[in-house]
């Protein structure tokens, strides 16, 4: 499968440049980023994807009563994927998600993952969701129908309104919020788990990679 706009923003972004977030108050998150990128969840291979660097994660931060649409978010800045550590200079807040419009609105130091809308989709669909994580993994994504991982559409791609729609019908029409977890069909190895605390987000994308290992 061909990768030809991997990692590029599809989605229109007002940024504005800012300082680093203190990213003390967010060691968990940068803790599970780094385990991700040794277990290659989150990585950058010159065999995979055409080079392009892979996986991104992030974690909702204050105000908790905002709408769904300005559910703000620190998440890992573009093309990261093959730093072996972030500092607070690879992070950006999303500070508003729509993606009726295929509108990100972000600030920082660097721009936001080109899969922000689909962690912002994910934030707005479940106000419990305080983490997202997005791995690439051959494992998982092969063994979805097995696994019985609800999955979007095979031509669907990332980053997109389309994706953001195929989410939402997934919370609607299947038992997604339970299971914390699904495929990208129309991208490549792509997966994405989430949960209330890092902890849960991550540890069911550890499950659900072992019982793949284990097919």
């Known amino acids: ?7 590029t923003l599809k989605f229109q972004l007002h940024f504005t440049p800012a300082p680093p977030v203190n990213l003390n108050a967010h060691r968990e998150l940068n803790a599970w980023r780094r385990m991700l990128y040794l277990l290659q969840l989150i990585g950058q291979d010159p065999a995979r994807y055409e080079g392009y660097g892979f996986g991104n994660i992030s974690q909702r931060i204050a105000p908790f009563d905002a709408p769904p649409g300005r559910r703000r978010f620190i998440i890992t800045g573009t093309q990261t994927g093959g730093l072996p550590h972030l500092d607070a200079e690879h992070y950006a807040i999303v500070t508003e998600c729509r993606p009726e419009l295929n509108l990100i609105v972000a600030e920082g130091p660097i721009k936001p993952s080109a899969e922000s809308l689909t962690h912002g989709s994910v934030y707005a669909l479940d106000d419990r969701v305080r983490f997202v994580m997005h791995a690439h993994s051959p494992h998982i994504w092969r063994c979805a129908r097995q696994l019985d991982i609800p999955t979007t559409p095979e031509d669907v791609p990332y980053g997109t309104p389309e994706m953001a729609e195929a ?6 029409e299947t038992d997604v919020a339970d299971r914390r977890i699904f495929c990208m069909g129309g991208h490549e190895d792509g997966v994405i788990t989430f949960g209330p605390t890092a902890e849960e987000a991550g540890a069911t994308m550890l499950t659900y990679l072992a019982r793949a290992l284990a097919m």
């Open 1 to 7: 499968m061909k990768h030809p706009q991997e990692g």
């Open 167 to 172: 989410v939402s019908r997934l919370f609607i």
